[in-house]
C-alpha cells in the first residue's frame, strides 16, 4: 500500500442539474456534464453530507473529505479549525451558471439553522467572472421594511418591487450574510464560496413548473424567521482592480477570501494563518509549486492547499485569475 501523505488536492466535481441551469460550465470552463441536459451549479469542495467531495488523484485518490479530515486533522485544516469543526469541513465552493433567474429565496444564520436543522448557516459570496449584457441580480431590500409589509408585498404578487436589484458586470462581488434575500440572475456565471450547508429557504419561484408540470416547494413560514428586514446602501463589495497584486475581497468571520490577478507568478506566504487555503481559478493557468511538489491549477479548477504547506509559489503559464479563500 501507498504511504499516504497530504498535497494539494483537487477533488473530482459534483455536477447538478437544476430547473434554472444552462451549458457555461461545459461551454466556458470545459466541463463535462453529461449525460444530464443543463449544469446549474458544480460543486467543486465540499463536505456536506450526500455530497461528499472525493480526491481525484495522487495516493489519496477517492478519499472523502471527512475521511482526510479524520486522518490528517490539523495538518490538512489548520488546528483551530479542527477544534472548532472537527470532521466536518467548514466551505463549499461551486461554479453556478443561471440561464434563467433563480428562486427568491434566503439563508438562515447558525442560530436559526442549528435549532431547525442541526446544519451550520449559510453566509456567501459571489464572484462573477462571465455576465450577459444587462444581467442582473438581487441582494437585499431597497428599503427598510417588515414581517407585516413583506408578506403584503409577497402575497399581492409584488415582491420585487421591494427588492434590490442590481446591473451586474464581469468582476463584481458580493457579500451575501445569512438572513439577506437574494437570487441570482440569469446570464451570470459566477464562483461562490459559502459556509459548509445546503439549507435555502424558498421564497418565490416565478410560478416556474418542472418537466412533470409541479412547482416547487415554498417555504414561506420557514423564511419569516430568518430574514434581515433592513437595508443597507453597500450590497455590492467595493475594491479596486490591482494587476499582480493581492486584492482583499471579503473579510467576515466566516471565510476571507482574496482576488488575484497575475500576469507573473507570486510567492504566497501562510506562516501566520492557521487554515488551510483554497485556489479558485476562474481564467488562465498556473502550476502550485510548494516543498517539491507541483500542482498544475486552469480555469475551473479549484486546489486545497493543507495547512501543513506554509509557503507556496504560484508560477504563471498564461497569466490567471483565481480566488484565495481561507478561515480568519
Keep these: 500500500m501507498s504511504k499516504r501523505y497530504l498535497y494539494p488536492l483537487k477533488f473530482e466535481t459534483i455536477f447538478k442539474e437544476k430547473i434554472w441551469g444552462g451549458t457555461k460550465i461545459r461551454d466556458v470552463l470545459g466541463k463535462d456534464f453529461s449525460p444530464l441536459k443543463n449544469c446549474g451549479e458544480t460543486w467543486e469542495i465540499s463536505g456536506v453530507k450526500g455530497n461528499l467531495s472525493k480526491v481525484a488523484e495522487g495516493v489519496l485518490a477517492g478519499s472523502t ?26 466551505l463549499l465552493v ?32 459571489w464572484y462573477v467572472f462571465q455576465a450577459d449584457p444587462g444581467s442582473s441580480l438581487i441582494s437585499g431590500f431597497k428599503r427598510e421594511t417588515n414581517r407585516e409589509e413583506y408578506l403584503q408585498y409577497l402575497n399581492s404578487g409584488k415582491l420585487t418591487e421591494l427588492l434590490n436589484r442590481e446591473q ?8 451575501l450574510p445569512a438572513g439577506r434575500v437574494h437570487t441570482i440572475g440569469k446570464g451570470l456565471l459566477l464562483a461562490e464560496i459559502q459556509q459548509s ?18 412547482k416547487r416547494e415554498l417555504h414561506t413560514d420557514q423564511a419569516l424567521d430568518a ?34 490577478e497575475f500576469t507573473t507568478g ?43 504547506f506554509k509557503e507556496v509559489h504560484i508560477r504563471a503559464k498564461s497569466g490567471f485569475k483565481m480566488l484565495e479563500t481561507f478561515m480568519p
Aim: proline fraction near 4%; include cysteine; charge should be negative.
Design 65 to 90: 473529505l471527512p475521511e482526510l479530515i479524520e486522518e490528517f486533522k490539523g495538518d490538512l485544516v489548520g488546528d483551530k479549525v479542527y477544534e472548532a469543526f472537527g470532521n466536518e469541513f467548514p
Design 197 to 214: 450547508s445546503d439549507i435555502t429557504y424558498r421564497i418565490y419561484d416565478f410560478d416556474r413548473v418542472d418537466d412533470e408540470g409541479n
Design 168 to 175: 451586474v458586470h464581469p468582476g463584481d462581488c458580493f457579500y
Design 266 to 308: 507570486i510567492i504566497r506566504e501562510h506562516y501566520e494563518r492557521d487554515s488551510f487555503v483554497i485556489y479558485t481559478c476562474f481564467e488562465g493557468e498556473a502550476e502550485l509549486q510548494t516543498e517539491g511538489l507541483t500542482t498544475n491549477i486552469c480555469m475551473g479548477d479549484a486546489v486545497l492547499l493543507p495547512r501543513k
Design 227 to 260: 430574514l434581515d428586514y433592513n437595508a443597507y446602501s453597500d450590497y455590492k463589495t467595493p475594491y479596486k482592480k490591482r494587476l499582480n497584486e493581492v486584492v482583499p475581497l471579503v473579510d467576515s468571520q466566516y471565510f476571507q477570501t482574496n482576488l488575484l
Design 94 to 125: 461551486k461554479f453556478i451558471d443561471a440561464a434563467q433567474d433563480l428562486s427568491i429565496q434566503v439563508h438562515p444564520d447558525d442560530k436559526l439553522a442549528k435549532e431547525r436543522h442541526n446544519s451550520l448557516g449559510k453566509s456567501e459570496m
